[in-house]
């Protein structure tokens, strides 16, 4: 399984970005798909995740700020970032569990390299 996600840029605080995780071999539809990240220093945060039923969960401090969501045509996962604030600068990873449903941030498996986001 390989992930690979794009989108990440160096933006101003309040703009928006998409970030988009692809890979081949991999169905996203039926596995649970999240998002994380991790800033300099910082450890890794779960952003959002995304089960095989499409029930969502968000991390307090991205709620009504960020959305995850499937595009099972394309086999790609993305991550609708708004009201981008400073402290949201870090390098997201896209991440695939084993399973169809979510255990919350826990029992992700496969990686991405990550894209880099930065707000100023």
């Known amino acids: 399984v390989q992930l690979v996600e794009s989108g990440g840029a160096s933006v101003r605080a309040g703009g928006s970005l998409t970030l988009s995780c692809t890979n081949s071999g991999f169905p996203h539809e039926n596995y649970c798909m999240g998002w994380f990240r991790q800033a300099p220093g910082g450890p890794r945060e779960g952003v959002a995740t995304?089960?095989?039923?499409?029930?969502?969960t968000y991390a307090d401090f991205v709620k009504g700020r960020f959305t995850i969501s499937k595009d099972k045509a394309k086999n790609t996962l993305y991550l609708q970032m708004n009201s981008l604030k400073p402290e949201d600068t870090a390098m997201y990873c896209c991440?695939?569990?084993?399973?169809?449903?979510?255990?919350?941030?826990?029992?992700?498996?496969?990686w991405g390299q990550g894209t880099q986001v930065t707000v100023s």
């Open positions: 991440a695939a569990a084993r399973s169809a449903y979510c255990g919350g941030f826990s029992h992700f498996s496969y």
């Open positions: 995304v089960d095989k039923r499409g029930e969502l």
